[in-house]
């Protein structure tokens, strides 16, 4: 079993949808989340980053931590065309060169 | 500021030979990364460098060697290239000090072995 599952997709919506993206995980000990989003042929770029349980809100974009039930999300509002792009969770507990990404999700805004 | 930058884009090798990605960053940055991105694999960690003078292997170390050449510059060494080795090449850094391994990336290094 992996230690971070994400749904690979591609997930497909229509401009201004609410999207909700989801990641798993199995190890207790992880305490920072983070979202990568990462367009075609681009490296990935940190999106939000959010310290053990709560949401973090910026603009359109939300992050959820449920620490209990070992999941995160994301959600975008609004969703735009630009923000067609692969997004990727990640998480550490905090040891240097122990981030753990997920697969990603592809997602596809169509105007 | 440039942030992450990596050389070269695109290369395309023959299965025995060998070359070095370049990875640079002008962020004063402490640690630096090495990743593979695979087709349904996600990103996995090669080596690290926690800081200037200092490399440890990550999940798939086999195959590569690193050098941290400065505080600027980590550098990923194939000596005889594979097919398996066809992948797209990231180089991240986290910031001094941070607490947490927020990485920031570089755009990549698409690497193909014949």
């Known amino acids: 079993q992996k230690e971070v599952e994400q749904d690979p997709g591609p997930l497909s919506v229509p401009e201004g949808a609410i999207v909700s993206l989801n990641c798993t995980y199995s190890?207790?000990?992880?305490?920072?989340f983070m979202w990568y989003r990462q367009y075609s042929r681009k490296g990935p770029e940190l999106l939000m980053y959010?310290?053990?349980?709560g949401n973090k809100e910026d603009g359109r974009f939300t992050a959820q931590v449920d620490k209990s039930s070992k999941y995160i999300s994301l959600f975008i509002r609004d969703s735009q065309p630009s923000d067609s792009a692969t997004y990727l969770c990640a998480m550490s507990a905090g040891v240097l060169g122990k981030l753990i990404f997920g697969q990603g999700t592809t997602l596809q805004v169509k105007p | 500021n440039a942030g992450v930058t990596q050389t070269p884009k695109f290369q395309v090798l023959k299965t025995g030979q060998s070359m070095t990605l370049q990875c640079a960053q002008d962020?004063?940055?402490?640690?630096m990364y090495w990743y593979r991105q695979d087709p349904g694999m996600g990103l996995r960690l090669i080596y690290y460098s926690a800081s200037e003078g200092t490399t440890d292997k990550g999940e798939v170390p086999n195959g590569y060697n690193v050098s941290r050449l400065n505080k600027r510059e980590f550098s990923l060494r194939l000596e005889s290239a594979a097919p398996s080795q066809t992948s797209v090449y990231f180089c991240?850094?986290?910031?001094?000090?941070?607490?947490?391994?927020?990485?920031?990336f570089g755009p990549g290094t698409r690497l193909t072995v014949l």
């Open positions: 190890n207790s000990a992880f305490q920072y």
């Open positions: 962020m004063n940055h402490n640690s």
């Open positions: 991240a850094s986290t910031p001094t000090g941070a607490s947490t391994d927020t990485q920031y």
């Open positions: 959010t310290y053990s349980s």
